[in-house]
């Protein structure tokens, strides 16, 4: 309840500081949290892009202000109950940093279950559609993503599977850690903002994230090693949502709702993914400058994918625990994903 307190307030500070403009002419102002400082390319890329897409096809009668690295309080997992609690209206972020709450979407964050991140975003929508809308019936989902593939980032060179041994890697889900823990390494879970700190303090000695983060991160100035997974899917990525209120959504008017419609879904999904595949580049290349990038061998790869395999197994045991067809859901988030790669 503090917590819901000191975020109450945020808000109502923020509301009385924010200049006169088109929030004020507005129908329907919609507030977005999110845990990523400003210069990230989640607001720059996707967040800023949709605010005016939106905006523009409302004629001006929504208004969407952005509030970047938690500034309207709380911590990045408190995100989904903001969204959920109508403590803000919309939030982006992981379902993965509540764990074990949305178990059915972490079919996309086992190890090698991510080509592109266009075709893996649309067949995570895709899923979505068809899967999960039970499991988020508490918000009310505007669009899923994930980002391009993880890149293993380690103070120590890493070229086979045995160079983990002993690590201390940041891991981003469950799922992922035990990937990790699987090939020798420890996993250290914590949301990513924490890890330029827990890095120069030698809490972890890597991570795995993708290459776009690393820049406002600044990762590639605290370690000089990159390992790659090269080939038709890559180690792992993780699931994103921009969840939004269900109250909120459902007292829009009828006409305004119908703009939301159409700015999200799938059809925000198709842009969204390729996005993050293009945002790739220019932290692969920042890496590059002062550092070394490995891409491991196909025969470490597959070593990888015989080590985590039971990663899977452990995901399908629990979906028929809670009483779904895990294996029958795996094979579908395959299929999908096959469909939209090709």
Request: glycine share 8%; charged share 25%.
């Amino acid at each position: 309840m503090q917590t819901r307190r000191l975020v109450l307030g945020a808000l109502a500070a923020a509301a009385l500081v924010s200049p006169l403009g088109a929030a004020d002419a507005a129908d329907v102002t919609l507030r977005v949290h999110h845990f990523l400082p400003p210069v990230a390319n989640t607001q720059k890329n996707v967040l800023e892009p949709w605010k005016k897409q939106v905006e523009e096809a409302s004629g001006g009668r929504i208004a969407i202000e952005i509030f970047p690295a938690m500034q309207l309080g709380g911590k990045p997992p408190q995100l989904i109950d903001q969204a959920r609690d109508g403590v803000v209206d919309i939030v982006w972020t992981l379902p993965s940093y509540t764990p074990g709450r949305y178990p059915t979407s972490a079919v996309f964050e086992l190890p090698f279950m991510v080509s592109t991140a266009a075709a893996t975003t649309m067949a995570v929508q895709e899923f979505y559609e068809k899967h999960m809308r039970e499991e988020f019936a508490d918000v009310h989902p505007l669009m899923f993503h994930v980002h391009a593939r993880g890149v293993i980032h380690t103070k120590k060179p890493v070229a086979t599977i045995a160079d983990l041994s002993g690590l201390k890697v940041r891991a981003p889900s469950r799922s992922i850690g035990q990937a990790l823990e699987a090939m020798g390494a420890t996993p250290v879970f914590m949301p990513v903002p924490a890890l330029p700190e827990a890095l120069s303090k030698g809490v972890v000695d890597g991570a795995v994230i993708p290459w776009e983060i690393t820049i406002p991160l600044k990762i590639s100035e605290m370690v000089d090693n990159h390992a790659v997974t090269p080939g038709p899917r890559g180690l792992y990525t993780s699931v994103f949502v921009l969840a939004m209120n269900k109250a909120k959504y459902e007292g829009m008017p009828a006409d305004l709702r119908k703009v939301l419609d159409e700015h999200t879904g799938m059809r925000m999904a198709e842009w969204v993914g390729k996005v993050w595949d293009e945002i790739e580049a220019p932290g692969r290349a920042k890496a590059a400058e002062s550092g070394t990038i490995v891409e491991l061998s196909a025969a470490e790869v597959e070593k990888m994918r015989e080590l985590t395999a039971s990663v899977r197994g452990d995901w399908i045991a629990e979906m028929n625990k809670a009483g779904k067809d895990g294996a029958a859901l795996l094979k579908d988030a395959d299929a999908m994903l096959d469909k939209h790669t090709r």
